[in-house]
């Protein structure tokens, strides 16, 4: 059975840091696409990062220099390193896996195609 754990979440005022990490068990990553994805309350689910089956990354532009997808395969964890946060980034994140896609397709899909996810890490940052 397939699970994906995130952590890593908290409160934390604007220009801080964060960094969510991933735990996937029962899970291979090779060859697939794995990402982060996030939903602000009253808000539809938006694309964050992702990385795909050949190492490929994308991201959202409204996070573009801030932040950085990264995996660890002996460790099948992935990880999002958040910094110079901003209140609008507030939201739930979810780590999700599984797609035969391209890294960019995922984030501007805002997941199609993932099979497996998280139940998210709650991310608030304060002004």
């Known amino acids: 059975q397939v699970q994906l754990v995130e952590s890593g979440g908290g409160s934390v005022q604007a220009g801080g840091s964060l960094r969510l990490s991933c735990a996937a068990s029962g899970y291979s990553n090779s060859g697939y696409c794995m990402g982060w994805f996030r939903q602000a309350p009253g808000k539809e689910r938006e694309g964050v990062a992702a990385?795909?089956?050949?190492?490929?990354?994308s991201y959202a532009d409204s996070v573009k220099g801030r932040f950085t997808i990264s995996q660890d395969n002996a460790k099948n964890t992935l990880y999002l390193q958040m910094n110079s946060l901003k209140p609008e980034d507030t939201a739930m994140y979810y780590c999700?896996?599984?797609?035969?896609?391209?890294?960019?397709?995922?984030?501007?899909?805002?997941?199609?195609?993932?099979?497996?996810w998280g139940k998210g890490t709650l991310v608030t940052i304060s002004s």
């Open positions: 990385i795909d089956g050949d190492g490929n990354t």
């Open positions: 999700a896996a599984g797609a035969r896609s391209p890294a960019i397709l995922v984030v501007v899909t805002a997941g199609y195609g993932m099979r497996y």
